[in-house]
């Protein structure tokens, strides 16, 4: 479970998040949009413990990251949309070194599944230089998933991706979910989020907007019939689409 509770973050006088409140329960899938500078980044690394909060509370698992970092991040997995990985470790060799950041001590049986469902079991010997743009997503995504996490946070995690392999992600979100984790999906693609999304939290100016099922947001903004949930996002955040063209 993730849960958030009246977070604040401030850079001196700029409110970047305001009293922003929500959970994620096991299983469920949130998408995270919002216009460019809605607070999501802002939101997903307090939540993830890279900046601290200025007010207010997150906890992954019932486990405040601020009171109890390492626990907290013990059960929380964070895929960032730009790959961060070390230049002369080999993909085997990341792998190895975030097991032994987490204790996982059977890492060789967890990864070797990960790297095949990720169509990477045969590049374990390669350094990142040899690796494609989306080969590094792919590897950030199997480091984050090796300790088995209880929550995730993904940041755009189709950049990059070919086709072959926004599918297999498409599919990996579900299986997680399906498997009882708690997932925050952060991305401007409004069509990924509803079909993979169960749950929607729209930002605006650091503000929540909506929060709910997406089906109770759709309800919400509904209007002649059927609305997509392009049409939710542009009358939510007040935005119209000639604007974004």
């Known amino acids: 479970m993730i849960e958030v509770d009246a977070l604040c973050k401030r850079y001196g006088d700029f409110t970047a998040v305001d009293a922003l409140s929500f959970r994620v329960e096991a299983g469920q899938i949130m998408g995270l949009v919002g216009p460019n500078g809605a607070g999501k980044t802002t939101t997903l690394r307090c939540l993830a413990g890279i900046i601290p909060a200025t007010l207010g509370h997150a906890r992954i698992g019932g486990v405040d ?3 109890d970092p390492v626990a907290a991040k013990r059960q929380l997995a964070f895929i960032p949309d730009e790959p961060r990985l070390f230049e002369h470790l080999t993909v085997e060799q990341h792998l190895n070194f975030v097991a032994r950041l987490y204790g996982v001590a059977d890492w060789q049986a967890r990864a070797q599944p990960l790297l095949d469902d990720l169509e990477m079991g045969d590049k374990r010997k390669l350094m990142p230089s040899e690796l494609s743009r989306g080969m590094k997503q792919k590897l950030a995504i199997a ?3 090796l300790h088995a996490p209880r929550a995730v946070i993904l940041d ?3 950049t990059g991706l070919d086709p072959h392999g926004i599918r297999r992600m498409k599919n990996t979100m579900r299986k997680l979910a399906g498997d009882g984790v708690a997932i925050i999906l952060s991305s401007h ?3 990924l989020v509803e079909e993979v999304c169960t749950h929607l939290l729209i930002l605006k100016e650091g503000h929540k907007l909506a929060d709910g099922s997406v089906a109770e947001v759709r309800a919400r903004y509904m209007a002649d019939g059927e609305t997509s949930l392009e ?3 542009f009358r939510a955040t007040g935005e119209t689409e000639d604007a974004h063209a």
């Open 65 to 67: 990251i601020a009171a």
């Open 156 to 158: 755009e995690p189709l």
């Open 189 to 191: 693609l409004l069509d």
């Open 143 to 145: 480091c984050g998933l």
């Open 231 to 233: 049409d939710v996002f």
